[in-house]
Structures are given as C-alpha cells and as structure tokens.
C-alpha cells in the first residue's frame, strides 16, 4: 500500500533531499577516511556529568503532567484536584482497562497515541535512564510508563485481538465535566482479524518491545510478559494487514493513521533491540527496506509517522557496530543512517539542506495545529543522534559540502528547548508549571473545573470562563505559538492550548538528554 504518509512532512527541505543524499553518500567514504585524524578531537563524555537546573527543573515538572492524566485508582496521589476514575472501563468485555492514560485535555483513551508516549518513555529511560536518576525522576518516569504498560497487557488479552479505545469521542466532547464524575457509557473498540489495525497493533508492540528493554534488570518476568505481547501483536499486525483509520473510520477525526508500513519497521527495530533475533533486523533492512522505509527522504517524527524515529534507532547499530551483520544487512542499516543525517541537516539552521520553515523567533513550524509537537520531536532525536556520534567518537556529519559537529546538533536542541521555557517573542513558557509565565487557560476538562464542582456532563461554564484555571494542568506542553510566534491564551483555542501525553513523552526525552552530558550505552540491555 502507498498511502499518503508517504507524501507528507516534506516541507522544506524534501526538494533538495534527493540531490543532497548523491552528496551523502560521497560524505560517508570522507567521513570514513577523517575519523583516523579526528579520533582525539572528541571527547567521549562518559557518566552524567555537571547538571543544568534549568533543564533538571523543567523535566520535574514536565513529569507531574503524567500523573494528571492516569484513569483507574490512583496511587501515591500527589495532584490533589484529582481522583478515581474510569474504574469500570473494560468490565463489558470482561477486562480490566481502568489504567491508561487519558491522551489530552478530554477523557477518552485512544490506544495509538497512548502507545506511541509508552515507546518514547520507553526510548528516553533507555538513551537517559543515567541522567533521570541524576535529578531523582527516574522512578517517576518508570511509574508512568508502567501505568501505560500495564494498561496495554490488559487491551490484548488474545493473540489477535487488541482494544484499541475506551470511551466514545463523540459523546465525550458532548461533554465538560471531571474524569472522577463521569457517567456516559464508555464503549470498546477493538482491533481483529476482520477489521485489522496494523499501525496501532505494530505501535503498541514497539511500545511493549522498549519497555521489555527498560525493565530487563528491574522486573524480569513483567519485562518477559512484555516481550511476548511485543511478538505476538507484530505477528498479528504484520499477517492481517490493514490500517485502523479503515476499520474504525471514527479516528480518522481525531488519530488518523495515514499509513502503516512505517510502524511495521518501527516495530521490528524495537524487537530486534529486544530479542537480538536476526529475522527482525532482516525485516527492515533486507526484506522491506526498499518497500517501506523511504529512504533518502526526511521526515518528521510524529505520533503518526515514526520513519525519522527508526532512521536513528536503527543509526544506532551502525554506528556502535555492536552486532554481526550479512552485506545486505549493512548496505540497509547504511541507508538507513545515511536517511538519519539528511534529516539531522534538515534541522541545522545554516545547513544547505535546512528546512526554511521556522518562525521568526527560530521554533521550527510545521504545522499551526499542535505546533510543538514536530520540534520536539526533531530536537529529541537531534540530541539521541548527537550523542551517538560522540559516544562512537563520530566526530563530523556532512551536509551537502559542509562539516557539522555533535556539538551543533546538540545547539539545535537547546535553542527549541529553550524557545519552550520562555526564550521567545512572548517571553512565555509552554510548559505549564515552568517559569513565571506560562499558560492560564489550558484546554483541559479536569484542571478547568473546581474540584468540588458539580456540573454533570455540562460544565461549559468552566470552559466558556475567561478567569485563570482553578487547577494547573502542571507539566502539560500546550499546544505552542501560530507562525509568527504569536500565543493566544484561550481555553477555546484547543489548537493552541491543549496539553497531549505524546508531546509530554518526547519533551521528557529532550529534556533528560539536556540535563547533563552523557555517552550513551552502546547496546540495550
């Protein structure tokens, strides 16, 4: 299937991609000849060194926004606006689905962004586990990954069968009121052998895939219950193909897949990390590499497109060169890094290949809806890659005649991360709770409503109000400025003030490779 994923996130820089990547590949046998003269030039940075508070006291924060958004009984509470809820989700089929995550500033639990926040948890306390610990948030990251991933065990209780939502959005929206006080129904939606969902069913087994990784040595048998769900559902994904947003046409108005091809090889990155199963590595490299992974086209990494995200992944095993590998094996891990740096020079800002839309204060823009999110994301994988190339002492990235380093990469991400906290034209942080100044109106049902409050299903006062909240959504990442750096601190404009986990997922990423200098490890556990 060609789908449109495939034609989108190009932007700028995609015009001149397939000329540059001519020059890429000349760059890597230039790369391959300076590494002998450069070897000494960097060095590699070892355990977490010096901590940065601003960037400490940013990823605090950005970390409470997880406990906002937890279903099911609480535990260790610490917000104190909020309570129980969705006790009984699943119980029509049987199940327990009271854990999870509601994805944003309303209270359904969509599976495929929920497991795509559980992946990317999952990649940070991978690359960052060091440096959370640093800053003791190590075991807050944990916890919230686990209250996903215990939620997902439980959304797959049969090999071919995956739940993939709890509570109808229509309905949902009908309403504003507290998760605590809801009462609608709250249907299941599944995914099947007869309506398949291979990009939600191939997300959430890359997302159990990482978390087996990330409690290897804490949890053995909850991190081998996690591996088997991880196999089972890529199987399902991988035979019964066919995307969610076919079989559930109601997503395509809030979670559209507009693919799922990427998530396949997403998920097998994830699983070769996980088993060292050399059928996986195939997969992406030999098998569906020409068919899927686009190579020599950047992109950006989104809830709904993970290819630049398994470009780096993947950028991993060449550049650590910690696995045995057949020719074509290397040619398509080699094509793969090659992808990961034409997306890396896309993001530096005096590059010849530099995608041209930013706003005026510098924040890559892609997109006025959610505007944060794609440089987030770019930036957290700016930073992964950056500290790749200085724990495998790869001293230059080449774009299209001019020479980069690890350290400019590193800058990119510092200059979007700190457009977040505040250095912008607004001179506002987008992460509430941070700063002096930041959002007072976040589009969220739960912190807009007092929480002795009694609307029912019509608390749109609360929504209608033009006074502060009266709960701060602490943590959440609103949605982020219009192109010309512009804010407008309304709960009505969901665009711009909405909080998500995902985005919340990656900025913790960000921010824990920003915390301190660190090499990374060279394999997972």
Request: glycine share 8%.
């Amino acid at each position: 299937m060609v789908s449109s994923k495939y034609s989108k996130g190009c932007t700028g820089w995609l015009i001149v991609a397939a000329v540059a990547m001519l020059v890429t590949v000349a760059a890597v046998l230039t790369i391959k000849e300076k590494h002998h003269h450069h070897r000494d030039v960097l060095p590699v940075p070892g355990p977490p060194g010096a901590i940065d508070k601003k960037y400490a006291d940013a990823l605090a924060v950005a970390l409470q926004f997880f406990q906002i958004q937890k279903s099911g009984k609480l535990v260790d509470n610490k917000i104190s606006w909020r309570g129980d809820s969705a006790l009984d989700d699943g119980k029509e089929a049987g199940l327990d689905l009271s854990k999870g995550m509601y994805d944003s500033g309303d209270h359904i639990k969509f599976g495929f962004p929920m497991a795509y926040t559980a992946t990317l948890l999952s990649w940070s306390i991978l690359e960052y586990g060091d440096q959370m610990a640093v800053v003791n948030q190590l075991q807050i990251a944990l916890d919230a990954l686990k209250w996903i991933t215990d939620y997902l065990i439980n959304a797959h209780p049969f090999d071919n069968v995956l739940y993939v939502q709890v509570g109808d959005p229509d309905i949902d929206h009908k309403c504003w009121e507290r998760p605590e006080t809801m009462a609608e129904k709250r249907p299941l939606v599944q995914v099947n052998k007869t309506a398949p969902g291979t990009d939600v069913a191939a997300e959430t087994s890359a997302a159990m895939a990482a978390a087996s990784l990330v409690f290897k040595n804490i949890n053995t048998t909850y991190s081998d219950l996690l591996l088997q769900h991880a196999q089972k559902l890529f199987t399902f994904a991988d035979t019964y193909r066919g995307s969610y947003s076919v079989s559930i046409p109601k997503v395509q108005n809030f979670y559209n897949s507009t693919g799922y091809e990427d998530e396949l090889l997403w998920a097998a990155s994830w699983l070769f990390h996980a088993t060292r199963d050399k059928t996986y590595l195939s997969y992406v490299t030999v098998q569906n590499g020409n068919a899927f992974a686009d190579w020599g086209r950047p992109t950006w990494f989104s809830w709904d497109d993970k290819r630049a995200g398994t470009q780096v992944l993947l950028s991993r095993i060449k550049l650590f060169g910690s696995h045995q590998s057949s020719n074509a094996e290397m040619k398509g891990l080699q094509l793969y890094r090659q992808t990961a740096e034409a997306v890396m020079c896309g993001l530096l800002p005096d590059s010849p290949t530099a995608t041209f839309s930013r706003t005026g204060g510098g924040l890559v823009w892609v997109d006025q809806w959610n505007a944060l999110q794609h440089p987030v994301a770019a930036s957290f994988l700016a930073i992964v890659y950056s500290d790749y190339m200085l724990t495998s002492r790869t001293p230059e990235l080449h774009c299209s005649g001019k020479t980069y380093s690890p350290y400019d990469l590193r800058n990119f991400a510092v200059s979007q991360a700190d457009y977040i906290l505040g250095n912008n034209p607004m001179k506002l942080s987008y992460l509430v709770g941070y700063g002096s100044s930041y959002p007072q109106q976040v589009h969220h049902r739960g912190a807009s409503i007092p929480a002795n409050a009694k609307t029912g299903c019509d608390g749109f006062q609360w929504l209608n109000s033009t006074k502060s909240n009266p709960n701060v959504a602490i943590g959440g990442l609103v949605g982020g400025p219009f192109k010309n750096d512009s804010f407008i601190d309304s709960r009505n404009n969901s665009m711009q003030t909405e909080p998500s986990t995902y985005n919340n997922a990656v900025l913790v990423g960000l921010l824990s490779g920003l915390v301190t200098t660190s090499s990374v490890v060279t394999s997972f556990p």
